[in-house]
C-alpha cells in the first residue's frame, strides 16, 4: 500500500459522511488518427445541484483512476489522459463539511498532503494530460486541472474561482505556487486575493481564457467533443500551445505588493489568509514547485487549525444554508399568489423596489405619489434602468419592452391597487405618515392583499393598529442598495397571520433574498445593532477621544468600510433618526450624539471631505465637534465598542428577536457586509473572549464556527 493510500485511508476516517467523488475511465479512439486517449470523469452520482468534491475517500477513487491510466501510459497503450466532470460541473473543492470536524493538526496536515500526492501524479505521468473545464469549478477543482499538461474551458461555465481567502483558506493543493507560474504573479493575484475579497467575484469561461488559465475556449453545447478535436491536434503536433514568458523580477515583487496593498484595504490585517497566500505566491518566484506544495500544507494546517477558517465556513454555510431555509417561517403551502405588486411611493428607494419586483416576479407593477411629476420620475427611473439591462446585453429587446409595459404609475391608489395581491409602501418615516397611507390603501386593495412597510425602525404592530385587518399587514425592510444587499428582515407584528408571513416569504424568494423572519422590536435587527456600535463609537468620540484613534480602533474586525464611512453611506440625518428611535425605546443604552446632531443640522452630508483622494475629517465639521477630555486607545474603545455589541446581541437573543444567534449573523453578513471571516459577529465575539465577559457565557457552542473540543 502506497504512502498516498495510506495518508487518505486515514483521513477517510475522519470524515464520515462524504458524498463519495467516483473517478471513472473510459477509453476512446481520439480523431485524425492520434491514438487511444484514457478519460476520467469525475462525478458524485447527483445531478448538477449536487456538486462534485473532493474528500479523502474522493481522492482516494482519483488515485486510484491515476494507479490505471499511469500503467497504461508507461506500458504505451494510451497517448494522452484527459479529466473532465459531470454535466454542469468539474468540480468544486474540497469537501468542507469534512474539514470542520477536525480537530488536530496533523489531521490537518493530512489533508493538504493527500491533495497534493494525488493531483501533482497528473503531471508526472508518461504522456500529456488535459482538463476539461466543462462546468463550474472552484478551489481544489481549478487546481487539479491546473497540474494537467493543458486545459480548455466551456464558454458556458457561470463560475470559476479560487474561493479560499474568501473563506478564510488558501488554495492549498496547487494554487498558490502553480498559477503565478503559469499566468504569471499579477493576474494570479487577482484571482487569488483581489477576487476572493471582492465577495468571491466570480470568473465566467471567457475569461478564464484570456487570463491563461485555459488554452482554448469551447462552446458549451459540443465541449467535450471540440476540447478533443483540439487535444487530438495537439497531440499530433499540428496545434502549438504557447504561453508568454513569466518576469521574474521586479513585476514579482510588485504583484506581490499590490496584493498586500489589497488585502490591507480589505481585512486590515484583521484575518491571516490572504497574507499566507501571498507568502506562498511570492516564494514561487524562483519556480520550486514542491518547496510551494509544501508552504501550501502548512499554511493550509495552520488556517484549518484557526478561528477564521471555522468561522468562514460557518458564515458560508449560514448563507448557502440556512439563508434558503429561513427559521421560523410557516408552511409555503400558505402562502397565496401574487399577481400584481402595488408600490406606495415613487423616490429612489419606492422605485428601486418597483425594478426589482418587477424583475425578479415579471408581474405588473404600478407606483403611486402625491402628484404626477413624481409618478413619472419614478416609472422613468425604472425604464431607464431597464434599457441599461438592455444595453450591457443583459435582456434582450422583446424582454425590454415587457418589463417598460408592465411598470405603470397614477395618481389614484383606487385606480391603482383594486386588483393589487401585494402593496409595499415606501413613504417618509413617521409613524402618523405610514399610518395614514395603509388606511388608505386598505380602503382600495382586495380584503386578500398583503400590506407590507419598507420601515427601517418603526413598529409594525403599531402602524397596523388603526386598520380593520391587520393581520395582513408584514414588515419588509430591504436594505440600500436594494439591488446588491441579499438581506430581507420579514418582521411578524403582533397580529400578522400564517398566511400573510408565508406570503411574504414566498415573494423574498421569488425576489432572491435571503430572508430573516424578525420579531417587531425597534429597528430590527440590523440597525439595532449598527446604531449600538456606531453609538458607542459616536460617544467616545463626544466624551473626547480622537476622531481618528475612534475609527482606526476598528480595523483589526477587517469591517468593508469604518464607522463614519458607513454613517456617510447611510446619511446622518437617517443615522440620527434610527437612534433617536431606539433612545426612545431604550434610553438607558442608546444615546443621541449632540455633536451628530450638529454634523445633521448643519447639513453635512458626512464627517469627511476626499480632496486628497482618502477620507480626511471635514474641518467645518471639526469646528462643530464639541469634545470632553476623556482620551481612550484604540485598545479601550475597541472594548468599549464590542462590550456594548456583544451585550445588545445578549438582550436581542432573550427578547426572542430573533430565533437564534446564527440569525444575528446572517443578517449582518448579507444586510451589512460583515465578513465571513468573522463569521457575522457572534463567533468573533467568541473567540476574542467579549461574550463570557459580558454576558457569562459564549453565543455559539464549541465546535460551532470554532475547533471543536
Known sequence: MSNTTELLKGAAELFPGEVVTQAHVRHFELPFNAGKFALITLDNG??????????????????????????????????????????FIFAVGADLKGVELLKRHEDALAIGKGGHEVFKRLSGLAVPTFAYYNGAAMGGGVEVGLHCSYRTVSKAIPAFSLPEVFLGLVPGWGGCALLPNLIGPEKAVQVIIENSLNQNRQLKGKQVFELGIADALFEGADFLEQSLLWTAQVLKGDLTVERPAIDRGEAWDQAVAKGRFVADSKVHGAAPAAYRALEIIEGAKDGDLQKGFDAEDQALADLIMGGELRSGIYAFNLVQKRGKRPA?????????????????????????????????????VVLTDIDQERVDKGVAYVHAEIDKLLGKGRINQDKANRLKALVTGVLDKAEGFADADFVIEAVFEEMGVKQKVFAEVEAVAPAHAILATNTSSLSVSEMASKLKHPERVVGFHFFNPVAILPLLEIVRGEQTDDASLATAFGVAKKLKKTAVLVKDAPAFVVNRILTRFMGEIQNVIDEGTPVEVAEKAIEPLGLPMSPLVLLELVGPAIGLHVSETLNRAFPDRFTVSPNLKAVVEAGKRGFYVYDSGKPELDPEVAALLKQGDSVLTEEQVRDRVLDAVAQEIGLMLDEGVVAEAQDIDLCLITGAGWPFHLGGITPYLDREGVSERVNGKRFLEQGVASVPA
Do not use: Y
Open 328 to 364: 421560523g417561517a410557516p408552511d409555503k403551502s400558505l402562502a397565496r399568489p401574487v399577481t400584481k405588486v402595488g408600490v406606495v411611493g415613487a423616490g429612489l428607494m419606492a422605485s428601486q423596489l418597483a425594478l426589482l419586483f418587477l424583475r425578479r416576479l415579471e408581474v405588473p
Open 46 to 87: 447527483f445531478d448538477h445541484t449536487k456538486p462534485t468534491t473532493f474528500g479523502p475517500a474522493s481522492l482516494a477513487n482519483l488515485n486510484a483512476a491515476i494507479d490505471q491510466v499511469e500503467k497504461e501510459a508507461a506500458d504505451g497503450e494510451i497517448v494522452g489522459v484527459g479529466v473532465t466532470g459531470k454535466p
